[in-house]
Each structure stands twice: as structure tokens, then as C-alpha cells.
């Protein structure tokens, strides 16, 4: 999922990041976290489907909260918006836009909680799916189950743990998709890694779980193993 926040006050947006990162450590849940520092920032990007959930402070320069919301609501009206502020002011108003939940700053971990509870109630965590054809058969697979990408006689292969799916999809197109994800990675000119399928990193290959293994970029394999190693820092800190 794809989580937004809108706040021009730094110290509020490295306070919601953590909580936010706390909450998914112990779910099996992809996320992402765009920050922004105002509300024409983020309405100059957003486009329609591209966010989950927005964390959108009222009281900001310019354009507030509430008038964002309702540039959103009107642009993407599945878009799940929480509503933060230092005063409840705004707290019937948000009904207008059908904000999910309403955060009094300062609020504490277990108001967040509560917040993220509620849209899970109403949204749930769904692993993306990733949708294809292959010999005529519509597949989808979760990303989890995708071990890495690469062609077989002009055809994109979708490797899994036991499987391989030949599709008529360019290789371009699945991975414009694929690398929206924070799991995967470019390994070199055509092969694409799901990062958690990565068992043991050697000198030019990356060992799979599955026993399969991918080439490094020969040029750049330094560069390549650095973003592996920072993935998996990242992972390990989510876990403390």
C-alpha cells in the first residue's frame, strides 16, 4: 500500500513515519511512505489510484487540510484520508469528505493504532497482485510469490518457486509495475529480483531460495549489493 503524508511540520511527519513503521513490522504488509510539507505539493502530483491512505494535517500554509481533501475526494473518492490537527475545530466538517479518522495533535501511539485499526477494518491489507496472461490463461500472482523476471525466446518469464510463466507482456511493462515495489530490484539489463526470494549474495550472482539464481551487472554489482544490503537493514530495523 501507498501512504501519504501531507504536514508542514518536519518534527509531525518523522513521528507519524515511525509509528507507521512500528505498526507494519509485525505485518506481512508492502507499504510505502511519501512525505510532503504542503498541500499544493502534494495536489500537484496526485493522481487517482495512487495512494491508499493520506495522514493530512489541517492547519498548513496556503491551501488547508480540508480544502485539499476535497480536491483529493473529488479526484480519487476510494482514497482513505486521516484527518491530523492541534484543535477538533474541523472535526464535523470532516464528514464532508468522508475522512476515516480524525487525529488530535499531539496524539499518542495507540490513537494512531486506532486509526490504522479502522481502516484496516474497512480496507484490509491486501498483497498486490500482479495480473497476466500466459498460454491463453489469465494469472495473477501475489508479489511474494514472484522470484524474479527475465526473457525465454523474446517472451517475459515470471519466475516463482516452482514455476515459470511465459507471457506475451513486455518485460518493460511488468517491471514499470514491479519496481513501484520496494522488493525489487534491477540486477542487470533484463532481469528483474524479488529481494526477499534472495538466499546468499556471491561474487556475481545472487543464490535464490529456490536453488535458482540470478547474474549481477557486472559493472555495477557493487552499487547492486549495496541496494540489497540497505533493503535488508531497513527489514531488520522494521523488526525492532
Known sequence: MKIAIVDDMHRDRICLVSYIKKYFATRNVSYEIVEFSSGEEFLDQFVKDEYDLVFLDIYMKQKNGMEVAR???QKDSKVSIVFQSTSD???VASY???ALY???KPYSEGDFMQAMDKYQQQKGFEEPVLDFVSERVEVQLEYHNIYFLD??????AVHTKDHVFLTSSTFAEISEILLKDRRFLMCRRGVLVNMEAIEKVES???RLKNGESVPLHLRNKSKIKQEYLSFMTERMHLQE
Do not use: C, M, Q, S
Not at 526473457?151 to 517475459?156: F, G, M, V, W
Open 89 to 91: 475545530e474541523f472535526g
Open 71 to 73: 480536491e483529493v475526494y
Open 102 to 104: 480524525y487525529l488530535l
Open 151 to 156: 526473457t525465454i525466446k523474446r517472451k517475459t
Open 204 to 206: 556475481e550472482i545472487f
Open 96 to 98: 464532508a469528505v468522508h
